[in-house]
């Protein structure tokens, strides 16, 4: 995948920086602080949007709302079918495909660990494609962690994923809070 380069100046540089230090503050104080006018910032935040070096993502901050954070380092044949295999679902947050002999990194986030665990025993480690998954849960960060999480209406009988409760071994054991997307959710956060 080419990465097309971009040029930064110094006033681009510090203009990213207010915004990421404050993502409210005023065009009017970015001005003062740039020392350029408020159109001419107005302007720039325009250029950095449409050239897609900055852009604003809604989120969930996980530290305050005690959500849990897996990241999962998988070694697989089909990179692809692995990330397509979580595109609908809700705990999905991002897919990375990596150097070295994981090529994976998943990136889920939920309430309680056994549904976590449960998405990657009964989803991931079974697959044919796969030859090794390492689950682990993030303790901690040092700042807050905002990620864009997907807030779903329980309007579905099946998962997105299309794994159906009945045959789910978690699910029929209480090891999981199924799926957000269902109305057979037990939880409480989606």
């Known amino acids: 995948m080419p990465h097309l380069k971009f040029t930064l100046d ?5 203009i990213i920086s207010l915004l990421h230090d404050n ?4 065009q ?23 050239r897609g070096i900055i852009d604003q993502v809604f989120g969930v901050n996980l530290n305050k709302v005690g959500m849990y ?3 999962v380092m998988v070694r697989t044949t089909n990179t692809t079918k692995i990330l397509n295999m979580f595109r609908g679902c809700p ?9 070295g002999n994981e090529n994976l990194m998943l990136l889920f986030a939920g309430e309680d660990l056994a549904s976590l665990e449960s998405i990657i025993d009964c989803r991931i480690r079974p697959d044919k494609d796969v030859q090794s998954a ?8 040092i700042k807050d962690y905002v990620m864009p999480i997907r807030i779903v209406e329980r309007s579905m009988n099946k998962p ?11 699910y029929s054991e209480n090891r999981c809070f199924g799926c957000p997307a269902t109305n057979r959710y037990k939880g409480s956060f989606w």
């Open 10 to 14: 110094e006033k681009d540089r510090k």
């Open 23 to 26: 993502h409210d503050i005023s």
């Open 28 to 50: 009017e104080e970015i001005a003062k602080k740039v020392k350029l006018s408020q159109p001419s910032v107005a302007m720039r935040i325009k250029k950095l949007k449409e």
């Open 69 to 71: 954070l897996a990241k």
């Open 91 to 99: 705990f999905f947050l991002n897919g990375f495909v990596v150097s």
């Open 134 to 141: 390492d689950f682990n849960i993030i303790i901690s960060s």
């Open 160 to 170: 997105p994923c299309g794994v159906e409760y009945k045959t789910c071994p978690a």
